[in-house]
């Protein structure tokens, strides 16, 4: 699968400054449980990602038609997706850099979207897109919000300092989530905010 910048918004240096630290993250990740990074470049004005093609649907999809065919997912598959996303965080947050210095990788947006299942029964995580290291440059101000915001930590949601459990907190909302068949923050925007916050 090969992921680029849209040509008409290829001059936008913020959005290709974090298309560039995406791949940068992504590239060190190599774990059964995370999407494969293959490549990354700039070909005719364009950058590109070139990751393992994942023939399977997003969590999202799966919690959707659970819904609709009134099948919810056993207390079994929910418990294995779960572990298996917490075996690849488990390793991206202990990662380190070739000099043994830990890089304190946070995902930042484990959600149903960015979790992928392969009709093969892998379970994938996906889009490290706004993930960071601790010493990276780039990263997040202190007050902004990155992510989807019902899937979010408390921390996260008020635009506090975070760690990798906040990461943590996300899988658990998705546990829950598998487990009851209802989103765990519902309403308008804001209003999931204020209770994500609380």
């Known amino acids: 699968a090969i992921k680029m910048i849209l040509p008409h918004l290829s001059g936008e240096k913020d959005l290709v400054k974090a298309f560039i630290d995406e791949a940068k993250v992504a590239a060190l990740l190599s ?9 990354f470049g700039l070909m005719e004005n364009s950058y ?4 393992e093609y994942l023939f399977g649907k997003d969590l999202r999809h799966i919690f959707q038609k659970a819904r609709e065919k009134e099948a919810p997912l056993s ?44 009709y093969g029964g892998e379970v ?4 490290f897109g706004i993930a960071k290291a601790a010493g990276q440059s780039s990263t997040t101000q202190h007050g ?8 979010m930590s408390p921390e996260q949601a008020s635009g506090e300092k975070i760690d990798q459990r906040s990461d943590i907190f996300s899988t658990g909302i998705l546990l829950y989530e598998m487990l009851t068949q209802k989103r765990m923050f519902t309403g308008d925007t804001m209003e999931v905010l204020d209770k994500v916050r609380k």
């Open 31 to 39: 774990h059964p449980n995370i999407v494969q990074i293959y490549d």
């Open 48 to 51: 590109f990602i070139a990751m």
């Open 75 to 118: 207390l079994e598959h929910a418990l294995y997706i779960t572990a298996r996303i917490c075996s690849g965080l488990g390793y991206a947050h202990k990662l380190a850099d070739l000099q043994g210095k830990p890089l304190q990788l946070i995902h930042r947006d484990i959600s149903p979207q960015n979790i992928l299942i392969t």
């Open 124 to 127: 994938k995580i996906v889009d």
């Open 144 to 151: 902004s919000i990155k992510g989807k915001v019902a899937y």
